[in-house]
């Protein structure tokens, strides 16, 4: 606060103001400025040609400094970046790759204190070395923050998971299921016959032939989910099946061998092999349903 009490003494006081003011960077201190601020206020009433320099003030610039909440984190984890800085002074903060791209950035404003603080969350696809700096120009601070990539240890989950058996023979089946879903993604299945693995197949194809299956013989499939990391679902569908059994010659399952079975090759004649009722109308296995199957069937009438 400077102020003078008589006419005289103000304008001295007034004079030495407008020099120092004038004057600056040679006269003042030094000291590393950043702003200014000067208040005045005129005394137009009782004496028009006086003001008083009420207040003058240097805000110099405070160091920046940085604290991290946290010096290893994983994807997703928030990190906490405080500090002092200049108080009331917007504070920039970058977030840097080891490429260095700036994987984050964002300004927070420091109080009055100086203090500052602020969030970030570390990006999806962000490994290794991270450099946090706080600050412009060369007042700057920086800290490093290692990202891991933590294993995977969640298992495929199966959402109203389904099990459908179709196709069924004297000695095979179809498997046909839905699909599960997984946190880094379902690479594949597994069937387990009973409680053995019967095979493992790719995450794209959710259906299976089963043969080699003996006739009439039940037989219970569950499928499970694995992922990237060998994570294995363990509430994955089953079902539960018993094969058709086997007289030989008995074409349409009715348990006896007749005319009626001999119909039963005639309307598959010609037909594909991959046709089931044709395939099982191939009674003598030779990739045909002709004459010779309807012999062989014949034999076996009454029997
Ligand atoms: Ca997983
Ligand atoms: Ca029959
Ligand atoms: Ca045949």
Same mark, same amino acid.
């Given at each position: 606060m400077l102020s003078a009490s008589n006419g005289l003494g103000k304008l001295v #006081?007034?004079?030495?103001?407008?020099?120092?003011?004038?004057?600056? =960077?040679?006269?003042?201190?030094?000291?590393?400025?950043?702003?200014? =601020?000067?208040? #005045?206020? /005129?005394?137009?009433?009782?004496?028009?040609?006086?003001?008083?320099?009420?207040?003058?003030?240097?805000?110099?610039?405070?160091?920046?400094?940085?604290?991290?909440?946290?010096?290893?984190? /994983?994807?997703?984890? =928030?990190?906490?970046?405080?500090?002092?800085?200049?108080?009331n002074a917007w504070v920039p903060i970058k977030v840097l790759d080891s490429a260095p791209s700036i994987v984050f950035f964002d300004t927070t404003k420091a109080d009055a204190s100086g203090n500052y603080s602020i969030d970030f969350i570390v990006p999806e696809g962000i490994s290794g070395l991270l450099t946090v700096v706080t600050g412009s120009g060369s007042n700057v601070a920086n800290k490093t923050l290692m990202v891991t990539t933590s294993p995977d240890t969640t298992t495929p989950v199966w959402t109203n998971s389904n099990l459908m058996v179709t196709a069924v023979t004297h000695t095979s089946l179809t498997l046909t299921w839905s699909g599960a879903s997984d946190n880094t993604g379902v690479v594949?299945?597994?069937?387990?016959? *009973? *409680?053995?693995?019967?095979?493992?197949?790719?995450?794209?194809?959710?259906?299976?032939? #089963?043969? /080699?299956?003996?006739? /009439?013989?039940?037989?219970?499939?569950?499928?499970?989910a694995i992922d990237a990391a060998g994570n294995e679902s363990i509430t994955g569908p089953s079902a539960t099946v018993t094969t058709e059994t086997f007289v030989f010659g008995d074409m349409n399952g009715d348990k006896s061998v007749n005319i009626l079975d001999l119909l039963f090759i005639a309307t598959n004649i010609g037909q594909p092999s991959t046709k089931p009722e044709a395939y099982k109308s191939d009674v003598n296995e030779d990739r045909q349903v002709n004459i010779l199957d309807l012999m062989m069937v014949e034999q076996y009438i009454g029997q």
């Open positions: #006081v007034i004079y030495l103001m407008l020099t120092l003011l004038e004057l600056g =960077s040679t006269m003042m201190p030094a000291v590393a400025a950043t702003d200014m =601020s000067i208040t #005045v206020t /005129g005394d137009e009433v009782t004496n028009p040609n006086t003001f008083k320099v009420s207040e003058l003030k240097v805000i110099e610039s405070a160091t920046v400094t940085l604290n991290l909440s946290r010096s290893t984190a /994983g994807v997703g984890d =928030s990190v906490t970046a405080s500090g002092t800085a200049t108080p594949g299945y597994r069937i387990y016959q *009973g *409680g053995a693995l019967l095979i493992s197949t790719a995450a794209n194809g959710n259906t299976f032939d #089963v043969n /080699g299956l003996i006739p /009439g013989t039940t037989y219970t499939f569950r499928i499970q």
